[in-house]
């Protein structure tokens, strides 16, 4: 039989991941699943509505002659401009993927 003792914090998390870090999922895991969700949850909508902006704009420029793959992925590139990708990770990336017979 399983003896887990309930600690006792004495100080408050401030924040949801200090909250999951004090949290046993063994014990409360209902909790610990909304706490999970909590720490995921976006802060504020800034992020979709610039990806609905950037996805307008590529979609006025291209006039719909693109499928929907390579639109999402046109989208991604020019909202996350600032991150640096090198040749080796795509390649990387693309030998994961099977080949098309």
């Known amino acids: 039989m399983w ?7 004495e100080n408050k998390p ?3 991941l200090d909250a999951i870090k004090e949290c046993n999922n063994i014990i409360h895991p209902n909790i610990f699943n909304l706490l999970s969700i909590l720490c995921t949850l976006p802060v504020s ?3 979709p509505e610039r990806m609905f902006s950037c ?3 590529l979609k006025t420029y291209t006039r719909n002659t ?3 793959e390579r639109l999402n992925g046109l989208t991604l590139m020019a909202v996350y401009k600032n991150i640096s990708i090198s040749a080796e990770e795509v390649l990387n990336e ?3 993927k099977k080949k098309k017979s």
């Open 55 to 57: 996805l307008k704009r």
């Open 66 to 68: 693109m499928k929907e």
């Open 45 to 47: 909508t800034a992020t």
């Open 3 to 9: 003896k887990i003792k309930l600690q006792r914090v």
């Open 94 to 96: 693309l030998a994961k």
């Open 14 to 16: 401030k924040s949801g």
